[in-house]
């Protein structure tokens, strides 16, 4: 089993940049695929970035790409989200979750472990 703790969330202006960290816990860390997730108030969940395993492979969604980043920290059990030229449209919860599986890019059904998630608001 995993456990997910985010943070790094808060206000930004638009044009800015945070970085949100989410840490695990447990001793198989690297051996699961890790994404990030974000969902907007009345709108449904969705997709942001994900990181493979080993290969540090990475897969974002076309909203994101460019100007966010994902990466990760074996030997800290820590995945990070850059996020640069932030948009007001990107205001969210963000949550990092983890999944088992081989598959590239993971389905979303495969993210299994799921932290609370840290909230981002961009200001115009």
């Known amino acids: 089993q995993v456990q997910l703790v985010e943070s790094g969330g808060g206000l930004v202006q638009a044009g800015g940049s945070l970085r949100l960290s989410c840490a695990a816990s447990g001793r198989t860390f690297s051996m699961y695929v890790m994404g990030w997730f974000r969902q907007a108030p009345g709108k449904e969940r969705e997709f942001v970035a994900a990181?493979?395993?080993?290969?540090?492979?990475?897969y974002y969604a076309d909203s994101v790409k460019g100007r966010f980043t994902i990466s990760r920290d074996n030997a800290k059990n820590t995945v990070y989200l850059h996020m640069t030229r932030l948009k007001p449209e990107d205001t969210a919860s963000y949550y990092c979750?983890?999944?088992?599986?081989?598959?590239?890019?993971?389905?979303?059904?495969?993210?299994?472990?799921w932290g609370q998630g840290t909230l981002v608001t961009v200001s115009s």
């Open positions: 979750a983890a999944a088992w599986t081989s598959g590239w890019p993971p389905s979303d059904m495969a993210y299994e472990y």
């Open positions: 990181i493979s395993r080993y290969s540090g492979i990475t």
